[in-house]
C-alpha cells in the first residue's frame, strides 16, 4: 500500500512509531504537528518540518518513511469541500481533525544517529 501526503499537508508521526523510539526522542516528537515540504507525485519519502514551539527548536527531517507518520490536516491548496447534502451526519467529530498533545522533551531535541537512521528505513 502506497501512502501519499500532498505538499503542505500536516502530519505527526504514529503511536507506533513513537512507541519505538527512545523516550527523550518521543518526548521530543510526540503529539508535534509538522509540514511536509515536497509532494509525493514526485518524491516516495516526503520531507517534513516541524516549527519552533517554544519547548522545541526547529526540526526538517529528510525522507521519512510515509508509514510512520499520518495525516492530520491535508493542505488548504488540496481540500475538496465538502458536500454536507450527501446524507451523512458531519457532526461526527471522527470527521474532524485529531487533537494534539505536545510533550516537553527532557533534554534537547535531537535524534540519536542510530534513530536518524532507522526513520530513513
Do not use: C
Amino acid at each position: 500500500m502506497s501512502i501519499a501526503f500532498p505538499l503542505n499537508a500536516k502530519v505527526r508521526f504514529t503511536q507506533e512509531r513513537l512507541s519505538i523510539l527512545t523516550t527523550r526522542d518521543r518526548q521530543g516528537l510526540a503529539g508535534r504537528i509538522g509540514v511536509t515540504q515536497t509532494d509525493s507525485t514526485l518524491v516516495r519519502k516526503p520531507t517534513v518540518y516541524f516549527p519552533s514551539d517554544g519547548v522545541n527548536q526547529v526540526l526538517r527531517l529528510f525522507r521519512v518513511d510515509p508509514s510512520h507518520i499520518e495525516l492530520v490536516e491535508n493542505s488548504p491548496d488540496n481540500e475538496i469541500t465538502p458536500d454536507h447534502n450527501d446524507g451523512e451526519d458531519h457532526s461526527d467529530p471522527a470527521h474532524g481533525t485529531a487533537d494534539v498533545v505536545a510533550s516537553a522533551p527532557d533534554g534537547d531535541d535531537n535524534l540519536s544517529q542510530s534513530e536518524m537512521d532507522n526513520l530513513f528505513d
